[in-house]
């Protein structure tokens, strides 16, 4: 299983951007998928997160400005970050609970992807 995201970039304070993620390989069916954050110095945080019915779980310090999504029917899953903030500077990864032919329910990670937030 591969998953692999895009949509990094630098953007000012206040800006917009959208990271997808793609999953592929022999899948069966994805449960969770999910966005973390790591900045220089510090330990990954949960971003968001989905399960494969849509609810979603966000962390106190995205609430209101990022919502994450999916689409079932092509593996994907999405994160909208809005009214960005400099603190939110970071490499995201994604993250997804996957059952394969070949293996049981395993978590796979995407190799990140950069945001930087600056003026």
């Known amino acids: 299983v591969q998953l692999v995201e895009s949509g990094g970039g630098l953007v000012q304070p206040g800006g917009s951007l959208r990271l997808s993620c793609a999953a592929s390989g022999r899948i069966v069916r994805i449960d969770d998928m999910g966005w973390y954050r790591q900045a220089p110095g510090k330990q990954r945080e949960l971003v968001a997160t989905i399960t494969s019915a849509g609810s979603t779980n966000y962390a106190d310090f995205v609430k209101g400005r990022f919502t994450i999504s999916r689409d079932n029917a092509k593996n994907t899953v999405a994160l909208q970050m809005n009214s960005l903030k400099p603190e939110d500077t970071a490499v995201y990864y994604c993250?997804?609970?996957?059952?394969?032919?070949?293996?049981?329910?395993?978590?796979?990670w995407g190799q990140g992807t950069q945001v930087a937030v600056s003026a």
């Open positions: 993250d997804a609970f996957v059952r394969t032919w070949a293996a049981p329910i395993a978590e796979y």
